[in-house]
């Protein structure tokens, strides 16, 4: 009997592997799982907490202050209590020196750019749009001032008119 050849060999393997009982279960798992998924998509996407939890926020804006809540609060407390002397080490150390010169650098250089035609086109696409009651407000003043304008062309082109009669 004969040794298979290299080549043989690396044929042989992908074979024995795709006919093997763990690679024949593991895609069986696949399927299943597959199905089941299928099966559950719409129950999950039905059901109360999902469409409570997928819903548009209302546009009324509701606060609240962490610091009262007993989760939150007291790491809330704690950073309070903690940050002005790590701030006060780190404005004092050669590396918070450093960050602070470099940032205010950073912070120059992206007035520069902001000044420039590229800068300005990124300051418009980044920026928040407006909310719909400003943008009603805009719209409303733009016709007033449209409806303005036209009387004023009407009764110049009026003026005209009987001047070359």
């Known amino acids: 009997m004969t040794e298979p ?3 043989e060999s690396n044929s042989l393997f992908p074979t024995a592997l795709s006919e093997s009982r763990v690679v024949r279960n593991a895609r069986s798992a696949a399927d299943r799982f597959a199905v089941i998924a299928d099966r559950a998509r719409p129950l999950v996407t039905n059901s109360y907490l999902y469409r409570w939890l997928t819903t548009e926020p209302d ?3 509701i606060v609240i202050d962490l610091r009262e809540t007993y989760t939150v609060g007291p790491f809330i407390r704690l950073l309070d209590r903690l940050a002005p002397p790590i701030r006060r080490a780190f404005e004092h150390s050669t590396v918070g020196r450093l960050a602070i010169a470099v940032s205010g650098h950073l912070v120059a250089w992206g007035e520069r750019v902001t000044e420039t035609r590229l800068g300005k086109l990124a300051v418009a696409a980044l920026e928040p749009p407006t909310p719909p009651q400003e943008r ?4 409303q003043t733009a016709d007033e001032d449209d409806v303005e304008t036209s009387e004023s062309d009407r ?3 009026d003026e005209r008119a009987s001047r070359r009669e």
């Open 5 to 7: 050849t290299e080549s």
């Open 59 to 61: 546009p009324e804006v």
């Open 136 to 139: 009603a407000l805009r719209t």
């Open 155 to 157: 009764m110049r082109s």
